[in-house]
């Protein structure tokens, strides 16, 4: 994983960093959090976002690392503040509008961006030039599939292995998120 940094201004809203605290790998993360300073985090709150680039920089010595950070990503779809009408849409729609989602949980700075290419009708090419490590993003990307498509879809999500990630020194990160 790349050294994980990001503006001193930026913010993330506390009902989307409540995802570090409840996600399946938890017990895990906890001492990072309890490290930090974010065991306690009130929902309506902005909280710094260095905070969290210095807790995942802590966690990349750790072997779990991997499963982690996309269980961390699996559970920010579950807590980020997703505007009601988009509830109810396609898993294509709501990729289209995944920039839009990224930047409503975060304000100040440079975060970076998410754009979405329609490839076919089931299958999107995405392009992260985000602060937040790969695996993470594969995990959203993972939380996204699961949860605006239907239970009998079957679908995959892959990371495009003709171009180096950012966490491997790459300008992007491609993710490929395909359903049937």
Same mark, same amino acid.
């Given at each position: 994983? !790349?050294?994980?940094?990001?503006?001193?201004?930026? &913010?993330?809203?506390?009902?989307?960093?409540?995802?570090y605290i409840d996600n399946i790998q938890a017990d895990e993360i906890q001492p990072y959090l309890e490290k930090y300073g974010?065991?306690?985090?009130? %929902? &309506?709150? *902005? #909280? %710094?976002?260095?905070? /969290?680039? =210095?807790?995942?920089?802590?966690? +990349? +010595? &750790? +072997?779990?690392?991997?499963? =982690? /950070?996309?269980?961390?990503?699996? +559970?920010?779809?579950?807590?980020?503040?997703? %505007? %009601?009408?988009?509830?109810?849409?396609? /898993?294509?729609?709501?990729? @289209?509008? *995944?920039?839009? /989602? #990224?930047?409503?949980?975060? !304000?100040?700075? @440079?975060?970076? #961006?998410?754009?979405?290419?329609?490839?076919?009708?089931?299958h999107y090419k995405t392009t992260h030039h985000l602060m937040y490590p790969d695996d993470m993003v594969y995990g959203v990307a993972y939380g996204l599939a699961l949860r605006w498509l239907p239970n009998t879809v079957n679908f995959k999500i892959m990371y495009d292995t003709d171009i180096p990630r950012r966490d491997n020194g790459g300008e992007d990160t491609i993710i490929h998120v395909i359903w049937d």
């Open positions: 994983m !790349r050294k994980l940094q990001c503006d001193p201004e930026t &913010e993330i809203i506390g009902q989307t960093l409540l995802s974010l065991t306690n985090v009130e %929902p &309506e709150k *902005w #909280y %710094p976002a260095n905070k /969290l680039m =210095n807790l995942m920089n802590d966690m +990349a +010595a &750790e +072997a779990n690392l991997s499963n =982690n /950070l996309v269980a961390l990503g699996m +559970a920010t779809v579950e807590k980020m503040i997703i %505007p %009601p009408e988009m509830a109810a849409l396609p /898993l294509s729609t709501v990729l @289209e509008g *995944w920039n839009d /989602l #990224y930047h409503l949980q975060h !304000r100040g700075g @440079e975060i970076g #961006y998410v754009k979405a290419e329609k490839i076919t009708d089931h």
